[in-house]
């Protein structure tokens, strides 16, 4: 399995960034998907997630709802995570995980994922 982090980059504040994470191995819409960050000297964070086989429902932290938006299409086994009005706190690198579980909430501690990707780094100046 693997998943294939991608469409990191330098953006300046308020500007927008789009997270693809290319699953191989797997099919991702048979997964629960999720985006994870990680800030230098700081832990994992949940961002968002897309439960399997419906997605409709999604979960955000609260530090992105409202900016962030996770998608998937399944005709290129990809997950999405678009970021609009990205703020310097939004730097880190990003995650995407998958789990087989049917998961009904957000699922936020990472170390339960099956799978996760290399990550993609995400740095936003002032």
């Known amino acids: 399995v693997q998943l294939r982090a991608s469409g990191g980059g330098l953006v300046q504040a308020g500007g927008s960034l789009t997270l693809s994470c290319a699953a191989s191995?797997?099919?991702?819409?048979?997964?629960?998907m999720a985006w994870f960050r990680q800030a230098p000297g700081k832990e994992r964070e949940f961002v968002a997630a897309?439960?399997?086989?419906?997605?409709?429902?999604?979960y955000y932290s609260n530090s992105v709802k409202g900016r962030f938006t996770i998608s998937r299409d399944n005709t290129k086994n990809t997950v999405y995570l678009r970021m609009n009005s990205l703020t310097p706190e939004d730097t880190a690198l990003y995650y995407c995980a998958a789990d087989s579980r049917l998961i009904l909430s957000p699922m936020k501690t990472w170390s339960e994922y099956d799978y996760w990707g290399q990550g993609t780094q995400v740095t936003v100046s002032s």
């Open positions: 897309v439960r399997r086989f419906d997605s409709s429902n999604t």
């Open positions: 191995g797997i099919t991702t819409n048979s997964y629960y």
